[in-house]
Nanobody, 126 residues
């Protein structure tokens, strides 16, 4: 059974940092791409970042470029999203998602992903 569990969310002041984790079980990440998405109240879910399986190619939304960094540890079956210089507009529920993927470039659209975690809340506020 494919399962993704996000953790690491919380309340942080503007300019602060958080590291989100996405722990996978029921499958091995070696053959899967992982994406991070977020959804703020009243807004559609949007892509934040994603990483391919073997090529290591990454993608970042313009709004997070230079502040967020995605990485994966296949030995731990876990993907991370390091978020620095957080802004109030980063406040959202953050989800990780996965899909079996063979192309070098990772999928960037949410409809391309098959499995989703339950989400973790990130609140940026003073």
């Amino acid at each position: 059974q494919v399962q993704l569990v996000e953790s690491g969310g919380g309340l942080v002041q503007p300019g602060g940092s958080l590291r989100l984790s996405c722990a996978a079980s029921g499958f091995t990440l070696d053959y899967y791409a992982i994406g991070w998405f977020r959804q703020a109240p009243g807004r559609e879910r949007e892509g934040v970042s994603c990483i391919s399986n073997r090529s290591g190619y990454t993608y970042y939304a313009d709004s997070v470029k230079g502040r967020f960094s995605i990485s994966r540890d296949n030995a731990k079956n876990t993907v991370y999203l390091q978020m620095n210089n957080l802004k109030p507009e980063d406040t959202a529920v953050y989800y990780c998602a996965t899909v079996q993927w063979e192309l070098p470039q990772p999928p960037t659209r949410l409809e391309e992903y098959d499995y989703w975690g339950q989400g973790t809340q990130v609140t940026v506020s003073s």
